[in-house]
């Protein structure tokens, strides 16, 4: 983290982590409720079979060896944040003309 810069506030809270005295202010009640969900999201308890160009997984795996990630990984975060709305399709938001 030495090559990064940081504002005064994300320093006033590296500060005050790194010193102890960082206190969270989460209830029993959303610490429970946000462990669940993260446990859930974690969960992987489906196997699905997919075909996909050659051209298209040598493509994942470079990123995901890029990222310091298993390849089936990465494909199931993409997956897992696009059905969360978290990754939208920007081709989508186009007109419906397409060049060709």
């Not at 409720?33 to 974690?42: I, N, Q, R, S, V």
């Given at each position: 983290m030495a090559d990064t810069k940081l504002n005064s506030e994300e320093q006033e809270l590296l500060e005050t982590y790194e010193s102890g005295e960082f206190e969270s202010d989460l209830d029993a009640d959303r610490r429970e409720?946000?462990?669940?969900?993260?446990?859930?999201?974690?969960k992987k308890d489906k196997r699905i079979n997919i075909r996909i160009s050659s051209r298209d997984?040598?493509?994942?795996?470079?990123?995901?060896?890029?990222?310091?990630?298993?390849?089936?990984?990465l494909v199931s975060s993409v997956l897992h944040k696009?059905?969360?709305?978290?990754?939208?399709?920007?081709?989508?938001?186009?007109?419906?003309?397409?060049?060709?």
């Open positions: 409720y946000l462990a669940k969900a993260a446990e859930e999201t974690f997984l040598e493509a994942l795996q470079r990123r995901a060896l890029e990222e310091g990630l298993p390849y089936q990984s696009y059905v969360s709305g978290g990754l939208k399709d920007i081709s989508a938001n186009k007109s419906g003309s397409r060049s060709r």
